[in-house]
């Protein structure tokens, strides 16, 4: 009986250190997002914080919202690599939003050898001056 019990633990070790080993040669590279304000044009960050390159990197963002739902903006743009440690900023190109009330910003990124990722944001825009809220 402790035979057995021993072995299934022996098995149980041998196991976890495999699929330990494996998790450490095999690393994955890490998306995170950041959307900003820089010079009053909207800006996304993204970022690999993963130990390896991040292939073909797409990412897009959509800013909506105001009164009446005037403010409609699209950006999306992609990166073939991006090594661990970088990051990538990509800005509203002109003409920049105008309008009046609370905005939504949704921004996503994927690569080719992770997951994606998604953030959410509000924010609120008096003309050409937006703010995000940090919430």
């Known amino acids: 009986m402790k035979r057995k019990i021993l072995v299934i633990v022996v098995g149980v070790l041998m196991v976890t250190l495999v699929s330990s080993a494996t998790a450490l040669v095999n690393p994955e ?10 010079m009053g044009i909207a800006c996304l960050i993204v970022r690999n914080i993963g130990d390896t390159n991040a292939s073909d990197v797409e990412w897009n963002c959509n800013i909506t919202g105001g009164i009446c739902k005037k403010i409609n903006e699209h950006l999306e743009g992609n990166k073939s690599l991006l090594p661990p440690g970088s990051s990538h900023e990509a800005f509203q190109p002109l003409p920049r939003f105008f309008g009046l009330g609370i905005i939504r910003l949704t921004a996503s990124a994927s690569a080719s050898n992770t997951n994606a990722t998604t953030l959410h944001k509000y924010g609120f825009v008096f003309g050409y001056t937006c703010i995000i ?3």
């Not at 998306?31 to 304000?37: D, E, T």
């Open 29 to 38: 590279p890490k998306l995170q997002l950041h959307i900003g304000i820089k």
């Open 133 to 135: 809220f940090p919430f």
